[in-house]
């Protein structure tokens, strides 16, 4: 084996990572038991499947450990310092879209934009004591966005999961977080802030920069050939 992809290895973008692959002719497949995290793939010679979190996957393209790897740009975006210097942007591929937002209690009827939140979050500051909460696992994203916005009186509180909960909870009192059907908000009773888009995501094919590609490149031309991509420059 030459070329190691790294692919999420479970729930939706695994099954459509799959599919994505599987109508292109190359075939990947879980063997051993369903929930086993190895994989095999037909239809090309060279290629390892790695099956790995998706949330893990660009850490190992930036270390080099895989060539190729499948996962949202929202997650590479956020977990690489200069994203585009450890990693290549081969192909988008369709699914997995979702929109990283900032999102209030809906019930805080002056506040509908970022600049509607920046002066709210001086309010509260000036009201309890310490600064606004917006809770997230975009903290790369989210802080670049805030700051590029002109907003600086909050702080980040970490949720790596269920962040909609968060304001309900009184861990935070906003969130940032994807949304794709929005059914999550507003079952949350949270509204998104008009001009808060941080960045539209979806799942992509990214190659590792810093891989070793001395073998592994004449399998990437084969595969590239075979899913109809131009043969990046990498
Ligand atoms: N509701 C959704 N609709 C579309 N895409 C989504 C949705 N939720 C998450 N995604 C995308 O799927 C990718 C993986 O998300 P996330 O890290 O939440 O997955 P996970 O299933 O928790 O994976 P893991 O815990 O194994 O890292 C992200 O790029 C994200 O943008
Ligand atoms: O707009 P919607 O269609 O409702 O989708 C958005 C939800 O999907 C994701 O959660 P996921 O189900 O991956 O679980 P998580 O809370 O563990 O991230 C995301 O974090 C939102 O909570």
Same mark, same amino acid.
């Given at each position: 084996m030459m070329l190691k992809i790294g692919v999420p290895s479970k729930g939706r973008l695994m099954e459509k990572t799959f599919e994505w692959f599987g109508s292109r002719g190359v075939t990947m497949r879980q063997t051993g038991a369903e929930r086993e995290y190895s994989g095999a793939v037909d239809g090309v010679e060279g290629v390892e499947l790695v099956m790995l979190s998706a949330g893990e996957i660009p850490r190992e393209l930036a270390a080099g450990r895989i060539h190729l790897g499948v996962t949202g740009s929202d997650l590479v975006r956020d977990k690489l310092a200069d994203w585009a210097v450890q990693v290549a942007e081969l192909a988008p591929l369709g699914f997995g879209h979702a929109d990283l937002i900032i999102a209030v209690p &809906?019930?805080?009827?002056?506040?509908?934009?970022v600049d509607d939140l920046d002066a709210a979050a001086a309010a509260f500051r000036a009201v309890h004591g310490f600064r606004l909460r917006i809770a997230t696992k975009y903290h790369r994203l989210v802080r670049e966005f805030l700051t590029a916005q002109g907003v600086a009186d909050y702080q980040l509180v970490d949720s790596q999961g269920a962040t909609e909960g968060t304001v309900k909870n009184l861990t935070a009192e906003a969130i940032a977080d994807i949304t794709s059907s929005g059914e999550t908000l507003r079952a949350n009773h949270l509204k998104i802030l008009s001009d808060s888009v941080i960045l539209q995501s979806q799942a992509m094919l990214f190659a590792s920069r &810093?891989?070793?590609?001395?073998?592994a490149r004449e399998v990437l031309e084969r595969l590239a050939g075979q899913v109809g991509l131009a043969m990046p420059e990498i």
């Open positions: &809906s019930c805080w009827i002056d506040v509908d934009t &810093s891989a070793d590609w001395a073998e």
